[in-house]
């Protein structure tokens, strides 16, 4: 564009002379006050970005267009029934499919018929520890198209407990690992119950930190090169702040796997987040839902799996998962977001966003494993005190009508009627169960709102 003799004919305008005009036309306002906001990470965004505010310009990644897949999820509660629900869901334009699997009487054998597993990838989150249900899973599927979620820090983090007990999940971890040279990490449990996008990333650092270090001495340097790391994450609404995000996450794991000689490249599964879904006027979700998926895509997802608009009080249905999947396959194939090289490479706000969320993000980690580790902390309660914190603020600014969702706090519907709707519990559960440490829970801004009007329809 440099070369282009168009632009020889003006002169360039700089960062200063911008400021300059903007402040005039301010009229006497503070340019300061009026135009940069603080967002709940701490970073100051300013109205405007410019080349000559960088020291060195982004290089720009000579890397193949972005190659996301299309994912569907399917809970499986009958093998046959879900076997269809996956074929379905590829002859209709899903490229992978998520199984998620609640016991080991699933048999694998029906959950995979006429299922081409050597082209199609797979992701299998197991509700279980069991080494034996693993190894049958890689007899039936390819080494390179299938991926075991397996997490028992996030089962501690999410639950409260182990899947049995410390010893015992360690053991079977290391046996699952050994064979699957790979392991996940569940990020979306963070940004679902409220933390900042710093949090988020801090405590995903944090939490495959403790994996590393208990997995350095076990594995052959072979398989460290090797080795496959999946975070689960999950995406909000916040649109280019989730664009950096996921760059940030790939620039930092990266940092950190290799100082363990860790494989650096990591595969990251992306769907929206649940936090700012809503009963009410419940087709803005899927507004929300497409600027999510966009973040996802943008940012460099390898598998993005929308979240159905009726999700949150819907069991699962043919006609909201189709309207989720069409969502995807319009972004891919009639606005080709699977065609250009790394639209956000070069963009300076995006470039300083990936910078300053980096920057953040590796002192916060710093600072948990200077106190202990993410494990240490999880178990004092210190993890999730603060993501309560962050929740508390972002709530505070929803019942303030800082933070706006349509349809709820702003230009509500009264005629809205969603009680008789309702196939699924839509709001935070409080189930007495003994934990060994304070469980992280997920909830929705509009939980309270929500509940309020359906008890006064």
């Known amino acids: 564009m440099k070369n282009n003799p168009l632009f020889s004919n003006f002169d360039g305008v700089s960062s200063k002379q911008w400021k300059q005009k903007i402040q005039a036309d301010l009229k006497g306002a503070d340019y300061n006050d009026t135009l940069i906001w603080k967002s709940n990470e701490g970073i100051d965004v300013r109205p405007f970005y410019h080349a000559d505010e960088f020291d060195a310009l982004p290089e720009i990644s000579d890397a193949e267009a972005t190659q996301w897949h299309i994912c569907q999820t399917i809970f499986v509660a009958d093998a046959k029934k879900s ?21 080991t009487k699933i048999n694998l054998e029906e959950l995979l018929k006429s299922i081409d597993t050597n082209t199609t990838l797979l992701y299998f989150e197991l509700q279980f520890l069991d080494t034996e249900y693993v190894t049958e899973i890689l007899s039936k599927t390819s080494k390179d198209k299938v991926y075991i979620l397996t997490d028992i820090i996030g089962q501690l983090a999410r639950t409260g407990n182990w899947f049995k007990d410390l010893k015992t999940d360690h053991s079977i971890f290391e046996s699952i690992v050994k064979s699957t040279n790979s392991l996940s990490v569940d990020v979306a449990l963070y940004q679902n119950s409220g933390a900042t996008i710093v949090q988020q990333l801090a405590y995903a650092l944090a939490h495959v930190n403790e994996y590393f270090n208990h997995l350095d001495a076990l594995l052959s340097t072979e398989a460290k090169k090797e080795f496959n790391i999946v975070f689960n994450v999950s995406v909000g609404t916040n649109y280019f702040f989730e664009i950096a995000k996921l760059r940030a996450l790939r620039l930092l794991f990266s940092t950190l796997a290799e100082a363990f000689n860790f494989n650096p490249q990591c595969h990251i599964f992306a769907t929206p987040t649940k936090r700012n879904k809503t009963l009410y006027d419940y087709n803005t979700n899927m507004l929300r839902t497409t600027t999510e998926c966009m973040s996802a895509i943008l940012g460099g997802a390898n598998s993005v799996c929308n979240l159905p608009y009726d999700a949150i009080y819907h069991k699962d249905n043919e006609f909201g998962e189709r309207i989720s999947r069409n969502q995807l396959l319009v972004l891919k194939h ?29 002192a916060l980690f710093k600072d948990i494993e200077s106190n202990g580790g993410f494990l240490k902390q999880l ?3 210190t993890i999730q005190r603060k993501i309560k914190e962050s929740a508390t603020k972002e709530q505070e600014d929803f019942n303030a009508n800082k933070l706006i969702l349509l349809g709820t706090n702003k230009h509500p519907n009264p005629n809205d009627k969603m009680k008789h709707e309702l196939e699924l519990y839509p709001f935070v559960k409080h189930n007495p169960v003994k934990t060994l440490i304070a469980p992280i829970i997920e909830n929705r801004l509009a939980e309270s709102m929500e509940q309020e009007r359906i008890n006064n329809e």
């Open 83 to 103: 076997n269809e629900k996956a074929i379905d869901a590829l002859s209709r334009g899903a490229e992978s499919i998520k199984f998620i699997i609640p016991n």
């Open 334 to 362: 009639e606005s080709y977001f699977d065609k250009v090289n790394n639209p956000a490479d070069g963009n300076y706000y995006v470039e300083t966003l990936t910078e300053q969320i980096s920057e953040k993000t590796l």
């Open 379 to 381: 178990k004092e309660g």
